[in-house]
């Protein structure tokens, strides 16, 4: 199992990545294991955002995905606002 997460920064940034292990790779963050990674100068942080997938390639290609999008459509992906999701896509293409 794979997924992809989003952490809420300290600074208000989100952070973004994928894992194999999600409890074991979020307390790295919170913890602040590797001082030259985007969360160590922005802790605490809360994970505010996860999903699972069975590969790889697929949570890297949500990560992928979700670092293209607005700040605005994160937020709405936080809450489960999947109107607004479609609604921000919607405005996006036109």
């Not at 997924?3 to 074991?24: Q, R």
Request: aromatic fraction near 14%; charge should be positive.
């Amino acid at each position: 199992m794979f997924w992809v997460y989003m952490l809420h920064c300290a600074d208000d940034s989100f952070y973004i990545g994928h894992t194999d292990n999600l409890e074991a790779r979020f307390a790295q963050h919170r913890q602040g294991s590797f001082a030259g990674s985007y969360t160590f100068r922005r802790r605490p942080v809360r994970l505010v955002y996860s999903q699972d997938f069975p590969a790889r390639e697929q949570a890297l290609e949500m990560e992928r995905r979700l670092k293209g999008w607005s700040r605005a459509k994160k937020a709405a992906l936080i809450r489960g606002d999947w109107q607004e999701i479609s609604r921000l896509a919607r405005k996006r293409c036109r």
